[in-house]
Protein backbone atom coordinates (compact mmCIF):
# COMPACT_ATOMS: atom_id res chain seq x y z
CA UNK A 1 0.00 0.00 0.00
CA UNK A 2 1.10 3.57 -1.08
CA UNK A 3 2.19 6.25 1.87
CA UNK A 4 1.13 9.51 1.05
CA UNK A 5 3.70 11.83 1.77
CA UNK A 6 2.47 14.39 4.14
CA UNK A 7 5.23 17.30 3.40
CA UNK A 8 3.84 16.75 -0.77
CA UNK A 9 0.36 17.12 0.95
CA UNK A 10 0.78 20.13 2.51
CA UNK A 11 2.87 21.65 -1.00
CA UNK A 12 1.02 25.33 -1.97
CA UNK A 13 -1.35 25.23 -4.92
CA UNK A 14 -2.79 27.26 -7.47
CA UNK A 15 -6.51 26.96 -8.02
CA UNK A 16 -6.35 24.93 -12.02
CA UNK A 17 -8.90 22.82 -13.24
CA UNK A 18 -7.91 20.01 -11.85
CA UNK A 19 -8.71 20.93 -8.13
CA UNK A 20 -11.90 22.69 -9.68
CA UNK A 21 -12.91 19.20 -10.52
CA UNK A 22 -11.85 17.64 -7.55
CA UNK A 23 -13.77 19.97 -5.56
CA UNK A 24 -16.88 19.87 -7.45
CA UNK A 25 -16.94 16.36 -7.09
CA UNK A 26 -15.99 16.56 -3.09
CA UNK A 27 -19.71 18.66 -3.04
CA UNK A 28 -21.97 15.69 -3.81
CA UNK A 29 -24.05 14.21 -1.71
CA UNK A 30 -23.03 10.22 -0.75
CA UNK A 31 -24.52 7.23 -1.34
CA UNK A 32 -26.85 6.99 -4.37
CA UNK A 33 -27.98 10.20 -4.55
CA UNK A 34 -24.21 12.11 -5.07
CA UNK A 35 -23.77 8.65 -7.61
CA UNK A 36 -26.57 9.79 -9.35
CA UNK A 37 -25.84 13.18 -9.41
CA UNK A 38 -22.45 12.87 -10.84
CA UNK A 39 -23.63 10.28 -13.40
CA UNK A 40 -26.19 13.82 -14.77
CA UNK A 41 -22.95 15.64 -14.61
CA UNK A 42 -23.08 19.47 -13.19
CA UNK A 43 -22.54 22.35 -15.72
CA UNK A 44 -19.82 24.71 -14.20
CA UNK A 45 -21.62 28.03 -15.37
CA UNK A 46 -25.04 27.25 -13.50
CA UNK A 47 -22.97 26.21 -10.06
CA UNK A 48 -24.35 29.03 -7.38
CA UNK A 49 -21.57 28.16 -4.62
CA UNK A 50 -18.22 26.48 -4.21
CA UNK A 51 -15.75 25.89 -1.33
CA UNK A 52 -11.55 25.32 -1.26
CA UNK A 53 -11.59 25.25 1.93
CA UNK A 54 -8.15 23.90 3.71
CA UNK A 55 -6.90 23.27 0.13
CA UNK A 56 -3.40 24.70 0.90
CA UNK A 57 -4.26 27.12 -1.78
CA UNK A 58 -1.74 30.32 -2.75
CA UNK A 59 -3.36 31.62 -5.78
CA UNK A 60 -6.70 32.05 -6.68
CA UNK A 61 -7.47 31.61 -10.90
CA UNK A 62 -9.71 29.97 -12.93
CA UNK A 63 -12.45 30.69 -11.04
CA UNK A 64 -14.23 32.59 -13.86
CA UNK A 65 -15.92 29.66 -15.08
CA UNK A 66 -18.65 29.39 -12.41
CA UNK A 67 -20.33 32.82 -13.95
CA UNK A 68 -23.46 31.70 -11.66
CA UNK A 69 -21.56 31.78 -8.32
CA UNK A 70 -23.24 33.19 -5.49
CA UNK A 71 -21.20 32.15 -2.52
CA UNK A 72 -17.37 31.15 -2.70
CA UNK A 73 -15.22 30.06 0.37
CA UNK A 74 -11.37 30.27 0.27
CA UNK A 75 -10.94 30.20 3.71
CA UNK A 76 -7.95 28.48 5.50
CA UNK A 77 -5.68 28.61 2.43
CA UNK A 78 -2.09 30.73 1.89
CA UNK A 79 -3.83 33.00 -0.31
CA UNK A 80 -1.34 36.10 -0.24
CA UNK A 81 -3.43 38.55 -2.84
CA UNK A 82 -7.03 39.00 -4.02
CA UNK A 83 -7.32 38.86 -7.57
CA UNK A 84 -8.84 36.55 -9.89
CA UNK A 85 -12.49 37.34 -9.43
CA UNK A 86 -13.73 40.37 -11.62
CA UNK A 87 -15.66 38.12 -13.67
CA UNK A 88 -17.97 36.72 -10.79
CA UNK A 89 -20.51 39.49 -10.70
CA UNK A 90 -23.19 37.58 -9.59
CA UNK A 91 -21.19 36.56 -6.10
CA UNK A 92 -22.96 37.83 -2.60
CA UNK A 93 -20.77 36.44 -0.24
CA UNK A 94 -16.78 35.56 -0.25
CA UNK A 95 -14.70 33.99 2.57
CA UNK A 96 -11.13 34.82 2.40
CA UNK A 97 -10.38 34.25 6.60
CA UNK A 98 -7.54 32.64 7.97
CA UNK A 99 -5.06 33.71 4.86
CA UNK A 100 -2.18 35.52 3.89
CA UNK A 101 -3.74 38.86 2.43
CA UNK A 102 -2.24 42.34 3.28
CA UNK A 103 -4.34 44.20 1.18
CA UNK A 104 -8.35 44.40 0.46
CA UNK A 105 -8.59 45.27 -3.63
CA UNK A 106 -9.49 44.11 -6.58
CA UNK A 107 -13.12 43.87 -5.51
CA UNK A 108 -14.39 46.49 -7.57
CA UNK A 109 -16.33 44.86 -9.89
CA UNK A 110 -18.12 42.66 -7.56
CA UNK A 111 -21.04 44.77 -6.85
CA UNK A 112 -23.53 42.58 -5.72
CA UNK A 113 -21.32 41.45 -2.41
CA UNK A 114 -23.70 41.25 0.77
CA UNK A 115 -21.12 39.57 3.25
CA UNK A 116 -17.32 39.70 2.84
CA UNK A 117 -15.16 37.62 5.92
CA UNK A 118 -11.22 38.46 5.63
CA UNK A 119 -11.17 37.43 9.33
CA UNK A 120 -7.30 36.15 10.40
CA UNK A 121 -5.08 37.85 7.75
CA UNK A 122 -2.21 40.20 7.80
CA UNK A 123 -4.58 43.42 6.71
CA UNK A 124 -3.87 47.02 7.95
CA UNK A 125 -5.88 49.51 6.03
CA UNK A 126 -9.54 49.22 5.40
CA UNK A 127 -9.94 50.22 1.65
CA UNK A 128 -10.98 48.53 -1.41
CA UNK A 129 -14.99 48.36 -0.98
CA UNK A 130 -16.34 51.88 -2.51
CA UNK A 131 -18.11 49.55 -5.42
CA UNK A 132 -20.06 47.32 -2.61
CA UNK A 133 -22.87 49.49 -2.13
CA UNK A 134 -25.05 46.54 -0.72
CA UNK A 135 -21.98 45.16 1.64
CA UNK A 136 -23.79 43.91 5.18
CA UNK A 137 -21.60 42.16 6.94
CA UNK A 138 -17.67 42.40 6.70
CA UNK A 139 -15.09 40.13 9.17
CA UNK A 140 -11.94 41.79 9.70
CA UNK A 141 -11.38 40.19 13.23
CA UNK A 142 -7.46 38.96 13.67
CA UNK A 143 -5.65 41.29 11.58
CA UNK A 144 -3.52 44.25 11.87
CA UNK A 145 -5.13 47.33 11.59
CA UNK A 146 -3.72 49.68 14.82
CA UNK A 147 -5.56 53.17 13.65
CA UNK A 148 -9.05 53.29 15.25
CA UNK A 149 -10.20 56.06 12.85
CA UNK A 150 -9.91 53.20 9.67
CA UNK A 151 -13.39 52.60 10.77
CA UNK A 152 -14.54 55.80 9.53
CA UNK A 153 -13.99 54.47 6.03
CA UNK A 154 -16.96 51.92 7.19
CA UNK A 155 -19.61 55.32 7.00
CA UNK A 156 -20.52 55.29 3.66
CA UNK A 157 -21.56 51.40 3.88
CA UNK A 158 -25.06 49.76 5.47
CA UNK A 159 -24.03 48.05 7.67
CA UNK A 160 -25.50 45.81 9.66
CA UNK A 161 -22.56 43.67 11.43
CA UNK A 162 -18.57 44.29 11.85
CA UNK A 163 -16.38 42.04 13.57
CA UNK A 164 -12.59 43.48 14.19
CA UNK A 165 -11.86 41.88 17.70
CA UNK A 166 -8.14 41.44 18.07
CA UNK A 167 -7.05 44.00 16.17
CA UNK A 168 -4.36 46.34 17.74
CA UNK A 169 -6.70 48.96 17.48
CA UNK A 170 -9.67 47.20 19.89
CA UNK A 171 -7.23 47.11 22.81
CA UNK A 172 -8.56 50.60 23.56
CA UNK A 173 -11.40 49.56 26.09
CA UNK A 174 -13.40 52.04 24.97
CA UNK A 175 -13.60 50.80 21.10
CA UNK A 176 -16.92 49.48 20.90
CA UNK A 177 -18.51 52.71 22.14
CA UNK A 178 -16.29 54.17 19.55
CA UNK A 179 -17.96 52.19 16.98
CA UNK A 180 -21.03 52.38 18.37
CA UNK A 181 -20.70 56.42 17.68
CA UNK A 182 -18.89 56.15 14.57
CA UNK A 183 -21.14 53.57 12.94
CA UNK A 184 -24.46 54.94 13.56
CA UNK A 185 -26.59 52.63 11.44
CA UNK A 186 -24.74 49.38 12.53
CA UNK A 187 -26.73 46.86 14.39
CA UNK A 188 -24.31 44.31 15.66
CA UNK A 189 -20.37 44.83 16.89
CA UNK A 190 -18.74 41.28 17.59
CA UNK A 191 -22.44 39.49 16.84
CA UNK A 192 -23.56 41.14 19.69
CA UNK A 193 -26.35 44.03 19.37
CA UNK A 194 -25.33 47.75 19.95
CA UNK A 195 -27.52 49.34 22.47
CA UNK A 196 -28.78 53.12 22.92
CA UNK A 197 -27.18 52.81 26.30
CA UNK A 198 -23.48 52.27 24.46
CA UNK A 199 -24.36 55.06 21.87
CA UNK A 200 -24.79 57.21 24.42
CA UNK A 201 -22.45 56.67 26.65
CA UNK A 202 -20.19 56.72 23.36
CA UNK A 203 -21.20 60.45 22.22
CA UNK A 204 -20.66 61.79 25.53
CA UNK A 205 -16.52 60.60 24.93
CA UNK A 206 -16.53 61.38 21.21
CA UNK A 207 -18.81 64.14 20.26
CA UNK A 208 -15.76 66.64 19.48
CA UNK A 209 -13.94 63.84 17.31
CA UNK A 210 -17.41 63.41 15.70
CA UNK A 211 -18.43 66.80 15.09
CA UNK A 212 -14.89 67.43 13.18
CA UNK A 213 -15.47 64.13 11.04
CA UNK A 214 -18.63 65.75 9.91
CA UNK A 215 -17.76 68.64 9.05
CA UNK A 216 -14.48 66.98 7.04
CA UNK A 217 -16.92 64.72 5.34
CA UNK A 218 -19.86 67.42 4.58
CA UNK A 219 -16.99 69.19 2.50
CA UNK A 220 -16.13 66.31 0.79
CA UNK A 221 -19.76 65.81 0.11
CA UNK A 222 -19.91 69.32 -1.49
CA UNK A 223 -17.01 68.42 -3.53
CA UNK A 224 -18.32 65.41 -4.79
CA UNK A 225 -21.74 67.11 -5.68
CA UNK A 226 -19.93 70.04 -7.18
CA UNK A 227 -18.02 67.38 -9.38
CA UNK A 228 -21.56 65.15 -10.15
CA UNK A 229 -23.34 68.34 -10.80
CA UNK A 230 -20.34 69.42 -13.78
CA UNK A 231 -20.74 66.10 -15.08
CA UNK A 232 -24.75 66.67 -15.44
CA UNK A 233 -24.45 69.79 -16.83
CA UNK A 234 -21.24 68.63 -19.36
CA UNK A 235 -24.24 65.93 -20.16
CA UNK A 236 -26.85 68.48 -20.89
CA UNK A 237 -24.27 71.06 -22.46
CA UNK A 238 -22.71 68.60 -25.40
CA UNK A 239 -25.76 68.70 -27.05
CA UNK A 240 -24.75 72.60 -27.50
CA UNK A 241 -21.12 71.40 -28.18
CA UNK A 242 -20.18 73.84 -25.47
CA UNK A 243 -19.33 72.09 -22.08
CA UNK A 244 -17.58 72.97 -19.36
CA UNK A 245 -17.35 76.52 -21.11
CA UNK A 246 -19.76 77.86 -18.71
CA UNK A 247 -16.80 77.74 -15.90
CA UNK A 248 -12.66 77.87 -15.35
CA UNK A 249 -12.53 74.59 -16.72
CA UNK A 250 -10.13 75.70 -19.95
CA UNK A 251 -8.30 77.75 -18.24
CA UNK A 252 -7.39 74.83 -15.29
CA UNK A 253 -6.72 72.29 -18.23
CA UNK A 254 -4.03 74.61 -19.82
CA UNK A 255 -2.04 74.53 -16.37
CA UNK A 256 -2.42 70.87 -15.70
CA UNK A 257 0.12 69.91 -17.88
CA UNK A 258 2.41 73.04 -17.93
CA UNK A 259 5.09 72.53 -15.08
CA UNK A 260 6.98 75.57 -16.48
CA UNK A 261 4.07 77.46 -16.76
CA UNK A 262 2.80 77.27 -13.02
CA UNK A 263 6.93 77.68 -11.57
CA UNK A 264 6.73 80.85 -13.41
CA UNK A 265 3.74 82.05 -11.47
CA UNK A 266 6.83 81.57 -8.51
CA UNK A 267 8.03 84.77 -9.81
CA UNK A 268 5.70 86.30 -6.99
CA UNK A 269 6.17 90.08 -8.17
CA UNK A 270 2.79 92.15 -7.33
CA UNK A 271 2.39 93.37 -10.82
CA UNK A 272 2.80 89.31 -12.37
CA UNK A 273 -0.04 88.10 -10.09
CA UNK A 274 -2.11 90.99 -11.13
CA UNK A 275 -1.98 90.39 -14.46
CA UNK A 276 -2.20 86.59 -13.78
CA UNK A 277 -5.41 87.30 -12.26
CA UNK A 278 -6.41 90.13 -15.14
CA UNK A 279 -5.90 87.00 -17.69
CA UNK A 280 -7.79 84.32 -15.97
CA UNK A 281 -10.17 86.33 -15.41
CA UNK A 282 -10.65 87.55 -18.77
CA UNK A 283 -9.95 84.41 -20.16
CA UNK A 284 -12.91 82.48 -18.32
CA UNK A 285 -15.24 85.74 -19.22
CA UNK A 286 -14.10 84.56 -23.19
CA UNK A 287 -14.90 80.83 -22.34
CA UNK A 288 -18.71 82.21 -20.76
CA UNK A 289 -19.11 83.93 -24.36
CA UNK A 290 -18.28 80.56 -25.61
CA UNK A 291 -20.90 79.31 -23.55
CA UNK A 292 -23.65 81.27 -24.14
CA UNK A 293 -23.17 81.34 -27.88
CA UNK A 294 -23.54 77.69 -27.49
CA UNK A 295 -26.78 77.74 -25.77
CA UNK A 296 -28.23 80.35 -27.74
CA UNK A 297 -27.18 78.62 -31.43
CA UNK A 298 -28.31 75.19 -29.35
CA UNK A 299 -31.94 76.86 -28.86
CA UNK A 300 -32.32 77.96 -32.39
CA UNK A 301 -31.97 74.54 -33.82
CA UNK A 302 -34.39 72.97 -31.36
CA UNK A 303 -36.78 75.31 -32.52
CA UNK A 304 -36.27 74.99 -36.16
CA UNK A 305 -36.13 71.06 -36.13
CA UNK A 306 -39.01 70.82 -33.85
CA UNK A 307 -40.68 73.35 -36.57
CA UNK A 308 -39.80 70.67 -39.30
CA UNK A 309 -40.80 68.00 -37.27
CA UNK A 310 -44.24 69.97 -37.05
CA UNK A 311 -44.93 70.28 -40.45
CA UNK A 312 -43.49 66.94 -42.27
CA UNK A 313 -45.26 65.26 -39.69
CA UNK A 314 -48.72 67.07 -41.17
CA UNK A 315 -48.12 66.75 -44.29
CA UNK A 316 -47.46 62.76 -43.81
CA UNK A 317 -51.12 62.61 -41.62
CA UNK A 318 -52.56 65.03 -44.20
CA UNK A 319 -51.08 62.30 -46.81
CA UNK A 320 -52.15 59.37 -44.95
CA UNK A 321 -55.67 60.56 -44.83
CA UNK A 322 -56.06 60.95 -48.16
CA UNK A 323 -54.63 57.28 -48.63
CA UNK A 324 -57.29 56.10 -46.26
CA UNK A 325 -60.20 57.87 -48.20
CA UNK A 326 -58.32 55.86 -51.33
CA UNK A 327 -58.90 52.79 -50.22
CA UNK A 328 -61.96 53.22 -48.24
CA UNK A 329 -63.19 54.10 -51.82
CA UNK A 330 -61.76 50.81 -53.05
CA UNK A 331 -63.41 48.69 -50.37
CA UNK A 332 -66.73 50.19 -51.27
CA UNK A 333 -66.83 49.20 -54.76
CA UNK A 334 -65.34 45.70 -54.04
CA UNK A 335 -67.99 45.30 -51.49
CA UNK A 336 -70.53 46.01 -54.15
CA UNK A 337 -69.03 43.53 -56.73
CA UNK A 338 -68.43 40.87 -53.76
CA UNK A 339 -72.42 40.79 -53.07
CA UNK A 340 -72.78 40.63 -56.84
CA UNK A 341 -70.57 37.34 -57.44
CA UNK A 342 -72.47 35.97 -53.97
CA UNK A 343 -75.59 36.50 -55.49
CA UNK A 344 -74.44 34.77 -59.15
CA UNK A 345 -73.19 31.84 -56.83
CA UNK A 346 -76.22 31.50 -55.67
CA UNK A 347 -77.82 31.06 -59.24
CA UNK A 348 -75.11 28.52 -59.99
CA UNK A 349 -75.54 26.54 -56.47
CA UNK A 350 -79.98 26.78 -57.37
CA UNK A 351 -79.15 25.95 -60.90
CA UNK A 352 -79.84 28.49 -62.47
CA UNK A 353 -77.29 29.34 -64.34
CA UNK A 354 -74.87 26.67 -65.79
CA UNK A 355 -71.13 26.50 -65.20
CA UNK A 356 -70.32 28.99 -68.38
CA UNK A 357 -72.72 31.51 -67.94
CA UNK A 358 -71.20 32.12 -64.54
CA UNK A 359 -67.40 31.98 -65.83
CA UNK A 360 -68.82 34.66 -68.08
CA UNK A 361 -69.99 37.00 -66.07
CA UNK A 362 -67.51 36.32 -63.71
CA UNK A 363 -65.05 37.38 -65.75
CA UNK A 364 -66.98 40.70 -66.23
CA UNK A 365 -66.92 41.79 -62.29
CA UNK A 366 -62.94 40.65 -62.68
CA UNK A 367 -62.64 42.86 -65.28
CA UNK A 368 -63.86 45.88 -63.21
CA UNK A 369 -62.46 44.94 -59.81
CA UNK A 370 -58.95 45.02 -61.72
CA UNK A 371 -59.87 48.06 -63.30
CA UNK A 372 -60.34 49.50 -59.81
CA UNK A 373 -57.45 48.43 -58.42
CA UNK A 374 -55.18 49.55 -60.80
CA UNK A 375 -56.70 52.71 -60.36
CA UNK A 376 -56.33 52.67 -56.15
CA UNK A 377 -52.67 51.65 -57.13
CA UNK A 378 -52.23 54.63 -59.42
CA UNK A 379 -53.48 57.36 -56.85
CA UNK A 380 -51.91 55.80 -54.00
CA UNK A 381 -48.60 55.41 -55.60
CA UNK A 382 -49.30 59.54 -57.42
CA UNK A 383 -49.92 60.41 -53.39
CA UNK A 384 -46.70 58.44 -52.40
CA UNK A 385 -44.70 60.25 -55.45
CA UNK A 386 -45.80 64.03 -54.15
CA UNK A 387 -45.63 63.63 -50.57
CA UNK A 388 -41.96 61.95 -51.10
CA UNK A 389 -40.86 64.97 -54.08
CA UNK A 390 -42.50 67.04 -51.21
CA UNK A 391 -40.17 65.85 -48.26
CA UNK A 392 -37.28 65.56 -50.48
CA UNK A 393 -37.32 69.32 -50.96
CA UNK A 394 -38.00 70.43 -47.48
CA UNK A 395 -35.44 67.91 -46.18
CA UNK A 396 -33.18 69.76 -48.46
CA UNK A 397 -34.68 72.92 -47.01
CA UNK A 398 -33.73 71.72 -43.41
CA UNK A 399 -30.39 71.18 -44.09
CA UNK A 400 -29.43 73.89 -45.83
CA UNK A 401 -30.88 75.69 -42.81
CA UNK A 402 -29.40 73.44 -40.35
CA UNK A 403 -26.09 73.89 -42.00
CA UNK A 404 -25.98 77.45 -41.97
CA UNK A 405 -26.77 77.84 -37.90
CA UNK A 406 -23.48 75.33 -37.86
CA UNK A 407 -21.69 77.68 -39.82
CA UNK A 408 -22.96 80.52 -37.83
CA UNK A 409 -22.51 78.96 -34.58
CA UNK A 410 -18.69 77.79 -35.67
CA UNK A 411 -18.25 81.43 -36.77
CA UNK A 412 -19.58 83.24 -33.65
CA UNK A 413 -17.40 80.99 -31.48
CA UNK A 414 -14.20 80.69 -33.48
CA UNK A 415 -14.51 85.19 -33.08
CA UNK A 416 -14.23 84.58 -29.44
CA UNK A 417 -11.74 81.29 -29.69
CA UNK A 418 -9.75 84.16 -31.32
CA UNK A 419 -10.10 86.51 -28.68
CA UNK A 420 -9.23 84.24 -26.25
CA UNK A 421 -5.47 83.35 -28.16
CA UNK A 422 -4.92 87.02 -28.12
CA UNK A 423 -5.42 87.34 -24.48
CA UNK A 424 -2.82 84.35 -24.18
CA UNK A 425 -0.35 85.94 -26.38
CA UNK A 426 -0.73 89.65 -24.19
CA UNK A 427 0.08 87.36 -21.06
CA UNK A 428 2.87 85.37 -22.61
CA UNK A 429 4.25 88.80 -23.02
CA UNK A 430 4.09 90.07 -19.93
CA UNK A 431 4.71 87.04 -18.61
CA UNK A 432 8.04 87.13 -20.10
CA UNK A 433 8.89 90.68 -19.42
CA UNK A 434 8.59 89.75 -16.17
CA UNK A 435 10.72 86.63 -16.16
CA UNK A 436 13.33 88.97 -17.89
CA UNK A 437 13.45 91.62 -15.48
CA UNK A 438 13.23 88.52 -12.62
CA UNK A 439 16.70 86.57 -13.98
CA UNK A 440 18.56 89.98 -14.22
CA UNK A 441 17.74 90.65 -10.55
CA UNK A 442 18.43 86.80 -9.84
CA UNK A 443 21.77 87.17 -11.05
CA UNK A 444 23.21 90.41 -9.73
CA UNK A 445 21.71 88.34 -6.21
CA UNK A 446 18.72 91.33 -5.50
CA UNK A 447 16.33 88.46 -5.27
CA UNK A 448 15.94 85.27 -3.88
CA UNK A 449 15.03 82.38 -6.73
CA UNK A 450 12.52 79.67 -5.05
CA UNK A 451 13.83 76.28 -5.39
CA UNK A 452 11.14 75.52 -8.49
CA UNK A 453 12.77 77.94 -10.70
CA UNK A 454 16.48 77.36 -10.01
CA UNK A 455 16.74 75.40 -13.20
CA UNK A 456 14.79 77.57 -15.56
CA UNK A 457 16.70 81.03 -14.18
CA UNK A 458 19.96 78.83 -14.38
CA UNK A 459 20.73 80.63 -17.88
CA UNK A 460 18.76 82.37 -20.80
CA UNK A 461 18.33 79.37 -23.13
CA UNK A 462 16.15 77.76 -20.07
CA UNK A 463 13.90 80.51 -19.47
CA UNK A 464 13.84 80.96 -23.49
CA UNK A 465 12.74 77.43 -23.84
CA UNK A 466 10.25 77.63 -20.61
CA UNK A 467 8.15 80.42 -21.62
CA UNK A 468 8.08 78.94 -25.23
CA UNK A 469 6.79 75.83 -23.98
CA UNK A 470 4.30 77.35 -21.39
CA UNK A 471 2.87 79.30 -24.43
CA UNK A 472 2.87 75.64 -26.64
CA UNK A 473 0.59 74.37 -24.26
CA UNK A 474 -1.78 76.90 -23.63
CA UNK A 475 -2.15 77.37 -27.46
CA UNK A 476 -2.58 73.72 -28.31
CA UNK A 477 -5.37 73.63 -25.35
CA UNK A 478 -7.11 76.32 -26.60
CA UNK A 479 -7.04 74.93 -30.07
CA UNK A 480 -7.90 71.72 -29.34
CA UNK A 481 -10.92 72.62 -27.50
CA UNK A 482 -11.61 75.16 -30.67
CA UNK A 483 -11.03 72.26 -32.89
CA UNK A 484 -12.97 69.80 -30.61
CA UNK A 485 -16.37 72.40 -30.43
CA UNK A 486 -16.14 72.48 -34.98
CA UNK A 487 -15.30 68.42 -35.20
CA UNK A 488 -18.44 67.56 -32.98
CA UNK A 489 -21.16 70.21 -34.44
CA UNK A 490 -20.40 68.99 -37.73
CA UNK A 491 -20.12 65.46 -37.23
CA UNK A 492 -23.35 66.11 -35.43
CA UNK A 493 -24.85 67.79 -38.52
CA UNK A 494 -23.52 64.89 -41.00
CA UNK A 495 -24.94 62.46 -38.48
CA UNK A 496 -28.21 63.95 -38.02
CA UNK A 497 -29.27 64.95 -42.19
CA UNK A 498 -27.73 61.56 -42.74
CA UNK A 499 -30.53 59.64 -40.40
CA UNK A 500 -33.22 62.01 -41.66
CA UNK A 501 -32.46 60.60 -45.75
CA UNK A 502 -32.25 57.11 -44.33
CA UNK A 503 -35.63 57.64 -42.08
CA UNK A 504 -37.00 59.00 -45.38
CA UNK A 505 -35.94 56.65 -47.70
CA UNK A 506 -37.53 53.41 -44.75
CA UNK A 507 -40.62 55.11 -44.92
CA UNK A 508 -41.12 55.56 -48.63
CA UNK A 509 -40.26 51.79 -49.08
CA UNK A 510 -42.30 50.71 -46.37
CA UNK A 511 -45.13 52.89 -48.06
CA UNK A 512 -44.80 51.02 -51.43
CA UNK A 513 -44.76 47.79 -49.55
CA UNK A 514 -47.62 48.74 -47.83
CA UNK A 515 -49.50 49.40 -50.32
CA UNK A 516 -48.43 46.65 -52.85
CA UNK A 517 -49.10 44.23 -50.05
CA UNK A 518 -52.60 45.72 -49.46
CA UNK A 519 -53.43 45.14 -53.42
CA UNK A 520 -52.01 42.01 -53.35
CA UNK A 521 -54.19 40.73 -50.69
CA UNK A 522 -57.59 42.04 -52.37
CA UNK A 523 -56.85 40.77 -55.50
CA UNK A 524 -56.07 37.56 -53.78
CA UNK A 525 -58.93 37.41 -52.00
CA UNK A 526 -61.12 38.04 -54.88
CA UNK A 527 -59.63 35.37 -56.99
CA UNK A 528 -60.72 33.24 -54.00
CA UNK A 529 -64.09 33.88 -54.07
CA UNK A 530 -64.82 33.81 -57.35
CA UNK A 531 -62.97 30.71 -58.39
CA UNK A 532 -65.11 27.45 -59.44
CA UNK A 533 -64.34 24.21 -57.05
CA UNK A 534 -63.30 21.39 -58.98
CA UNK A 535 -65.98 19.16 -60.65
CA UNK A 536 -67.00 16.26 -58.57
CA UNK A 537 -66.29 13.12 -60.47
CA UNK A 538 -68.50 9.87 -59.90
CA UNK A 539 -65.99 6.93 -59.54
CA UNK A 540 -68.70 5.33 -61.87
CA UNK A 541 -68.41 7.42 -64.99
CA UNK A 542 -64.63 6.19 -65.47
CA UNK A 543 -63.75 4.26 -68.14
CA UNK A 544 -61.41 1.96 -67.56
CA UNK A 545 -58.55 1.56 -70.60
Not at 109 to 120: M, P, R
Not at 232 to 238: F, M, T, V
Amino acid sequence: MAVTDPCKAREPKVIDNALIERCIDLQFPKGKVGMLMRADGMRMDQIEEMRFEFMNILKIDHLWVFKSLVKLKLNNNYIEKIENLSMLVHLEELDLSFNKISKIENLESLTKLKKLKLYENLIEKIEGLDNLKHLAVLSLGRNKISDKTEIHYLRQFNLISLNMAYNPCTEDENFRLYVAVFLPNMDYYEYKKITDTEREQGNILFLAELRELVKIEDKKLAVIRQKEKELADAELHSSSFVEYMNSQYLFDKMYENDDEGKALLKIGTEELEEIYNDFKTQFVDYCRQVFEIGQKHYQLRTDEIEQFTRSTEAAKKANQQESIDFMEAFIEVKQELFVKVKALQKELDDAVIDDNIYVEKVEVYFSQFDHIIHDTWKNLMRLELQLYESLEEVNQNFEHNLTEMINNFVEESQAVFTNIRDKEMVFTENLTEAANQFFTSANVGDVEVPEVLKVIMSDKENLVNALGATHDIHMQVIDDREDLLMNRSRTWLDNFIKQLYEDEIKRNRYKILEVTNFLDIQREEFEDMTTLPPPIVDPDDVIED
